[in-house]
T-cell receptor, first 111, second 113 residues
Framework: QKEVEQNSGPLSVPEGAIASLNCTYS??????FFWYRQYSGKSPELIMF????GDKEDGRFTAQLNKASQYVSLLIRDSQPSDSATYLCAVGADSWGKLQFGAGTQVVVTP | SAVISQKPSRDICQRGTSLTIQCQVDSQVTMMFWYRQQPGQSLTLIAT?????????ESGFVIDKFPISRPNLTFSTLTVSNMSPEDSSIYLC??????????FGQGTRLTVV
């Protein structure tokens, strides 16, 4: 059974601080890794993807991938109240791009 | 990224009836996927909609319950058949872009009463 694990939270973060979200996956054949943001009642929105080991930065977001440890993380710098949402980690293993999702981490940014 | 239009956006249905959800994409895409998000849960892949052939269903999902059509490279439908309250979920259509990123339609919130 392929699994993607995330802490459910809620993760409470003061405004302006760094939010750190973690995700582990069980399938060593996984090739693509995604972070989606989902506001309550809305569909998931892609915010980051990463394919290679190391860090990838996009604005206030940094994704980190360590395939040896089967670990992917997302850092949100200078957290804003608008970052309050559920963040879904998704992992793709085959060429069709089918994704397996974690349960999501709820982030609450407090003013 | 592709623009994905999904309808209806929400519906309330009687148990035992069926609902067909439509997904329209503004460009031709090879792969289309249907996901379900039950209340408080994450997304679960129902099936991959293949153009010109039968859909490929994931474990736990069957064609009789979730028939899927894919008549061309820009359109797909998912039908939720013989509905029960357990089918109350958000149903999401997604497409795979060139770099294998999956983008989602706005979803269909289904309530079965």
């Amino acid at each position: 059974q392929k699994e993607v694990e995330q802490n459910s939270g809620p993760l409470s973060v003061p405004e302006g601080a760094i939010a750190s979200l973690n995700c582990t996956y069980s399938d060593r054949g996984s090739q693509s890794f995604f972070w989606y943001r989902q506001y309550s009642g809305k569909s998931p929105e892609l915010i980051m993807f990463i394919y290679s080991n190391g860090d990838k930065e996009d604005g206030r977001f940094t994704a980190q991938l360590n395939k040896a440890s089967q670990y992917v993380s997302l850092l949100i710098r200078d957290s804003q109240p608008s970052d309050s949402a559920t963040y879904l980690c998704a992992v793709g293993a085959d060429s069709w791009g089918k994704l397996q999702f974690g349960a999501g981490t709820q982030v609450v940014v407090t003013p | 990224s592709a623009v994905i239009s999904q309808k209806p956006s929400r519906d309330i249905c009687q148990r035992g009836t069926s609902l067909t959800i439509q997904c329209q994409v503004d460009s031709q895409v090879t792969m289309m996927f249907w996901y379900r998000q039950q209340p408080g849960q994450s997304l679960t892949l129902i099936a991959t909609a293949n153009q010109g052939s039968e859909a490929t269903y994931e474990s736990g999902f069957v064609i009789d319950k979730f028939p899927i059509s894919r008549p061309n490279l820009t359109f797909s439908t998912l039908t939720v058949s013989n509905m029960s309250p357990e089918d109350s979920s958000i149903y999401l259509c997604s497409v795979e872009e060139v770099a294998r990123e999956a983008f989602f339609g706005q979803g269909t919130r289904l309530t079965v009463v």
